[in-house]
Each structure stands twice: as structure tokens, then as C-alpha cells.
């Protein structure tokens, strides 16, 4: 078993690489490469920076289905399940992404689909591996008494910044999509107008909320894990904090981008330090376990 954990783990690394890699590489496509309506399909797909984009993303569908061979190995019904799922999630994703690239359908809604099959792909990995590597440390120590690398309060407020996280993501994509977006294909003289009412619509404020709800969350995951006496992992805790913080300041920033290049750029910024944030906070509640 305990070998099945090392490799499991092993994938869990190779798996996060790969779908950060993925996101970055998708928002890059985003930013950067105009895909216009009537663009042949073959010459968006041999533009670098898609191809790439598609490789990275066809690693992480292989990664997964190798996760799922792990969980099957396990013979657990709930392991082999949320690989699964990962597994279709993802599909899921790249289906919608090709969508975007041929036409069919609404761009923004099949955006929304993409990155919201991406995440929780990427968090049903997560638990995947979680799952095996508690089993690993519960047969390495059955029969010996357990110490845990953090208390409850710190594991409780780990795991519920990764919800936060989750629908801050989700929330974030459909303020972007169908709150901000539409703002910004607007004459320059009305954005100022339209975007002061767009920060007063409800997913907006719903989305500011997620975000302050989850800053209140990590800090006091640091506290947490000071005062546990994990001051290394406390010490730690505090990138995914900080960074929160700078994804949402350049996220207001990009509010108020008149230039599309900057615009973009700014998004691809805060999208890096928000990706970097999930994972650092998915690696805490690995080490800290269960």
C-alpha cells in the first residue's frame, strides 16, 4: 500500500504541474490569440501557443486516467468514482474548449463550462490522492498512537479556504464572462458608467464577498497553524494569503484596463497568482492531514 501511496503522490505532482500549466496556458490563448468568428478552425490549431495549450492539456487527461488506475488498484468504490469523475470533468472541458475553437455555440457559455470542469477536476484530484495517502499513513501507523501536524481548527479552516477558493473561481469566471465582459465591448465613453453598475449586480458583489471571506479564512489558517505550533507550515501559509491579496488587487486592476493588451495581461497575472494560491493551500491540507 504504501508504495501505491508514493506513486499516487508522484501523480498528484505530475498532475498539478500539468493542469496549472494547462490553466496558464488557456488564459495565455485567452489574452493573447485572437480566435474571430469565421477563423478557419486549422489555423487556430496550429498557432503555438493552442498547440501547446492542447499538449498540456492532453498530459493532464493522461495523468488522469492514470490516477484512475491507481484508485482502482485501491478496490475503493470512492476512489475509483472521484477519478472518474475527474477524469470526465476533464473531458468535459477539453470537449468545451474545442467547441470554442470551431464555433458551435455560445463562446461565453462554453467558457463557463470549460472552467468550471477544469476546477473541479483539479480539485477532485486532489481529494483522489488525499484519500490515498491517508490510507497510507493509517496503515503505517495502526497500532501506534497518531500526532497530527496541525489541530482541528487549522485542518477545519484549510479545507474551507479550498471551498472558497472553489466558488471564488466559478464565481469569478461568470463576473468576467457575463458581468465585466460585455462592459468592455461597450464605446469607451460608456464603460465608466456601465461597470459602476455592474460592481452594484449581485454576482459581483457575491464574488467580492467569496474573496474577503476567503482572505479572513487563510489568515486565520496562519494563526491557526502558529499557535498549533507548526510555525514552518504557518510560515507557509501565508504565500496563499499574500497572494489572494495580489491576485485581487491586479483583478481590480484589470477592472479598469482601457487597453486589451493590458487587460490581459493583468488577468494573466492575477489568474498565475490565484493557481499558485489553490495549489500551495491543496499542499497544506496534504501535509497537515487528515
Partial sequence: MAS??????YALGC??????????????VNGFVPILPGTPAQLVLLNPAVESHIILASLSAATSALIVGLASATGSRR????????????????DSGLAIVLGGGSEAAQSMVMATAF???LFLTFFVIRDVSRGDRESATSGQSRTWAAGRAARTFCYLSLVFFYAIFVSGMYVNLFVAG???????????????????????VVHEALGGALFVALVILVVSLWAGGSRRLSLVAVVPAALVSYSAYVGSLNLTALAPMGSALESM??????????????????????
Avoid at 501505491?4 to 503522490?9: F, G, H, N, T, V
Avoid at 462592459?183 to 449581485?202: D, H, I, T
Fill in 182 to 204: 460585455p462592459v468592455f465591448s461597450l464605446p469607451l465613453g460608456l464603460q465608466l458608467a456601465a461597470m459602476s453598475r455592474a460592481e452594484q449586480s449581485v454576482p459581483f
Fill in 79 to 94: 476512489l475509483i468514482g472521484l477519478a472518474s469523475l475527474a477524469l470526465i470533468t476533464l473531458v468535459v472541458a477539453g
Fill in 4 to 9: 501505491l501511496a508514493r506513486k499516487a503522490e
Fill in 15 to 28: 498532475q498539478l504541474v500539468f493542469l496549472s500549466a494547462t490553466w496558464l496556458a488557456g488564459i495565455y
Fill in 119 to 121: 476546477v473541479t477536476a
Fill in 269 to 290: 497575472v492575477s489568474s498565475t497568482g490565484l493557481m499558485a494560491a489553490i495549489i500551495l493551500t491543496m499542499l497544506i491540507g496534504m501535509k497537515m492531514g487528515d
